[in-house]
């Protein structure tokens, strides 16, 4: 129940962020809109690298899965609420919704030869290959929940036992390891992405 609501407040938070950051968009940019036209220039770098120049057309989809991550990751640290991303059920739902995305994309690009990536190099390798895409979820899930977890975990202890210096400076870590982990579950997906719909011949 805790989880879901974190969500409702999670997905509030990131259209109010939507709104006010395409309000008002003006021509000579304030600070605020800096910024915002800053990380989104840095975000569609990142996915020209990983998925090529057909990633462009998910920029909303990885802009959005970024952002939600990000406010989950640091929602925990404020305190009485917690990350959604501390229960094992969001994580393994966001990696199945994009490995699937995955798939989904592959065969819509590729039509049926998208397949045809399992049993390469030889037929034989379909095993190792199939076991290597049920592994994709579960180690993108589990990375994100682990360290989310602990960090929020240690957070609790510290400020038990030593209740002033070290946690207020390990919520300053926490703050950098929520945005690293929001960056490499993004990341790790746009790269899915990108082997499932990037022409052969780039």
């Known amino acids: 129940m805790d989880t879901l609501m974190m969500t409702w407040i999670v997905m ?6 939507a709104v006010l950051a395409t ?6 940019p304030g600070k605020w809109q800096s910024v915002m036209e800053m990380a989104i220039e840095w ?13 462009r057309k998910l920029a909303p989809l990885v802009i959005t899965l970024f952002l939600f991550l990000l406010i ?24 199945l919704m994009m490995i699937t995305l995955v798939h989904v994309l592959g065969v819509m690009h590729k ?3 998208y397949f045809k ?33 602990a960090g929020e975990v240690l957070l609790i202890i510290l400020g038990i036992l030593v209740p002033y210096i070290v946690p207020t400076a390990w919520l300053a870590f926490s703050v ?8 490499i579950f993004t990341m790790l997906s746009m790269s899915y992405i990108g082997n499932s719909i990037r022409d052969e011949h780039h």
């Open 72 to 95: 989950s990751n640091w929602l925990g640290l404020v305190p009485g609420f917690t990350s959604p991303t501390a229960d094992l059920n969001t994580t393994l739902g966001l990696a």
């Open 117 to 149: 990536h399992f049993f390469e190099p030889y037929i034989p390798f379909v095993v190792i290959n199939i076991i290597e895409e049920l592994a994709k979820p579960i180690t993108l899930s589990f990375r994100l929940f682990g360290n989310i977890l």
């Open 23 to 28: 309000r008002q968009v003006a021509l000579v």
């Open 12 to 17: 509030a938070l990131v259209i109010l962020i």
């Open 43 to 55: 975000l569609l770098e990142q996915m020209n690298s990983a998925m090529g120049p057909n990633g």
């Open 111 to 113: 039509g049926l030869k």
């Open 176 to 183: 950098f390891v929520g945005v690293i982990q929001a960056f």
